[in-house]
């Protein structure tokens, strides 16, 4: 506890620290253009296979992205464009008859605009989380949400770290700087789970995983508290990669909301990365070095899946003959969906 109450001290101070202080010593980055292509498979569909639902994440515009240009290069089947019933999502659509096994892919261009994100927070400026802030963002308070369940532990948890402090941006930052410290990504630390759907009590037990895992963790401790919170996911624009195809893989990461600000963005796996620029810079923003895709989880697309809802939405989803394709591995299977980008910056 004397150990939670001294971090909640220092972390208190970062936090109040001065616009200008801040404004000199982080790194903002700037606006940037890509002209991208990107490319999504399924694979290992079986013979005889009847018919293919295959619902592609798609870049939108938000806040910080603009999708300035988009097309269609090639797609195995009939398609248009869709959003998920719940948020608002976008997606490619595409359903193909009688699909060609062993693997049909969809290739989509897009150009788009990305801002750098960095909120300058002055806790002396915030104010309480209200009960009609819980109610306009239900969903983001939700103790019951499938893998970022908040239960005694949890909230145990919470309560510890955060002790009696109330300021909503004070606890967030606590709370984010206690998952770096007791999980690590495995990228830093290899004995990790390396690919998983993201559950915060898997993060707990296991001490890390892949991004999703930590930042569960994060969204179940943020909501103990009352703060409002929630999953972005996209992929990382890697510069070393340009004009290269290759894997952009996937990054998650998670906003919550702060009173007299709106809703911050924050990267716990940038953040604690040994080689980064660490916490003042990811713990309040992003670079405009990523690509934003989706919010949330649990989705419920359109047109409706056949199966539940879909939890995680990393590439895509894909029903072979009304079965859900492998997002993840399965013990010896590897994942039926993959994707492979390559981008140019327009200057």
């Avoid at 595409?94 to 693997?103: C, G, N, Q, R, T």
Wanted: aromatic content about 8%; overall charge negative.
């Amino acid at each position: 506890m004397i150990q939670a109450t001294i971090l909640g001290l220092l972390v208190a101070l970062s936090v109040a620290g001065s616009t200008a202080e801040r404004a000199d010593t982080i790194p903002r980055g700037e606006t940037r253009t890509y002209r991208v292509q990107q490319t999504v498979k399924l694979s290992d569909i079986p013979e005889g296979t009847k018919s293919v639902c295959w619902w592609i994440s798609i870049p939108d515009n938000e806040r910080h992205q603009d999708v300035l240009d988009f097309s269609v290069v090639t797609a195995p089947g009939k398609w248009r464009v869709e959003r998920d019933a719940d948020r608002g999502n976008r997606f490619l659509y595409v359903e193909v008859d009688a699909p060609k096994p062993p693997a049909i892919e969809a290739v989509i261009e897009f150009t788009l605009r990305r801002d750098p994100v960095l909120a300058e927070l002055d806790a002396s400026k915030v104010t309480p989380i209200t009960d009609l802030h819980r109610r306009m963002y239900a969903e983001e308070v939700r103790l019951d949400a499938p893998h970022m369940e908040v239960t005694a532990e949890i909230a145990e948890m919470a309560k510890t770290v955060c002790g009696d402090e109330a300021n909503p941006a004070t606890q967030a930052r606590m709370l984010l700087q206690h998952v770096a410290g007791v999980a690590d990504h495995y990228s830093k630390d290899p004995t990790k789970p390396n690919c998983g759907i993201g559950d915060s009590a898997v993060c707990i037990e296991k001490g890390g995983g892949c991004c999703t895992d930590l930042h569960s963790l994060f969204i179940a401790l943020a909501r103990a508290r009352g703060i409002p919170s929630r999953m972005q996911m996209g992929y990382r624009i890697d510069p070393k990669n340009e004009g290269k195809v290759y894997d952009p893989g996937y990054r998650c990461w998670v906003e919550y909301f702060v009173p007299s600000y709106g809703w911050i963005s924050a990267d716990i796996v940038e953040a604690d990365a040994v080689d980064g620029l660490g916490p003042a810079r990811w713990f309040t923003g992003l670079t405009e070095w990523r690509l934003w895709l989706n919010e949330g989880r649990e989705f419920q697309l359109r047109p409706a899946q056949a199966g539940p809802r879909v939890n995680t939405m990393i590439i895509g989803h894909a029903e072979i003959d009304g079965q859900a394709a492998r997002v993840l591995p399965e013990g010896e299977l590897q994942a039926q969906l993959s994707r492979t980008i390559r981008f140019v910056e327009v200057r």
